[in-house]
């Protein structure tokens, strides 16, 4: 399990993932959400593009040591306000 | 030294969650630190009360989550103690190897400590014609592991 920071921004350079817009995100896209003071504090990975009106993705997420779970990108128990896209170029 | 309703069941549950929902220890840190209730409990005891009440219950029985989550209330409550009070305790937590996270917790709660600056602004000078430059102090708090 990742949960250095820097671990997580470190596999992000190397493996080429660049940064889309919300409004573009597509299956497949990583979701970081990160605290106010920048620190990545949860991940998920986009299961849908986003829907229309709200333009809001839904990911698929492990809470910590709860479940698994498939939500509305805004709609879990962490920071919210700073959470950004990454697709894999290969 | 009594521990007993140290929190309330509503901040007990409240604190749950975030042991639950917690992804890194950093989210632990931020989220325990904030809490109103782990705030009071650094207002309402001392250092050492804080310490002892920390070391009974994470020596005791097995941690389930009720007394996991009071012994991250009181180790995030130390933390908001005076650093110089709590540096010995806390250069030594990481031996608490049943808490998840002790180690990355320890480093962030010391880095966190040490990044701490006390500035002494001295206002007592005297005006004159000559414009004089304030005395500004600053010391910073070293680490004397």
């Known amino acids: ?90 | 030294m009594k521990m007993n309703n140290l929190l309330r069941d509503k901040d007990i549950d409240n604190l749950k969650e975030v042991v639950v929902f917690a992804n890194t220890p950093s989210y632990l840190y931020k989220n325990f630190r904030r809490n109103p209730a782990v705030i009071g409990l650094a207002e309402k005891y001392r250092t050492e009360e804080l310490i002892e009440f920390f070391e009974r219950l994470v020596q005791s029985e097995k941690l389930n989550m009720e007394t996991l989550t009071k012994t991250y209330a009181l180790l995030f409550a130390i933390s908001l103690k005076d650093y110089a009070e709590s540096r010995r305790f806390l250069n030594g937590v990481d031996r608490y190897k049943n808490l998840e996270w002790i180690k990355e917790i320890q480093e962030i709660i010391i880095d966190n400590a040490r990044a701490t600056t006390i500035k002494h602004i001295d206002l007592n000078h005297k005006t004159s014609a000559v414009p004089m430059p304030r005395k500004v102090e600053l010391r910073i708090i070293q680490d004397a592991r």
Request: with cysteine; charged share 25%.
């Open chain 1, 1 to 90: 399990m990742v949960y250095d920071p820097n671990e997580v921004w470190k596999i992000i350079k190397d493996d080429n993932y660049v940064q889309v817009e919300q409004i573009q995100a597509l299956p497949g896209d990583v979701a970081l959400y990160l605290s106010v003071e920048g620190d990545v504090e949860h991940s998920g990975i986009v299961i849908s593009e986003p829907e229309p009106h709200f333009y809001l993705p839904k990911i698929w997420s492990k809470w910590g040591k709860y479940y698994e779970a498939i939500h509305y990108v805004n709609d879990c128990p962490y920071e919210k306000s700073n959470i950004k896209y990454y697709r894999t170029m290969g």
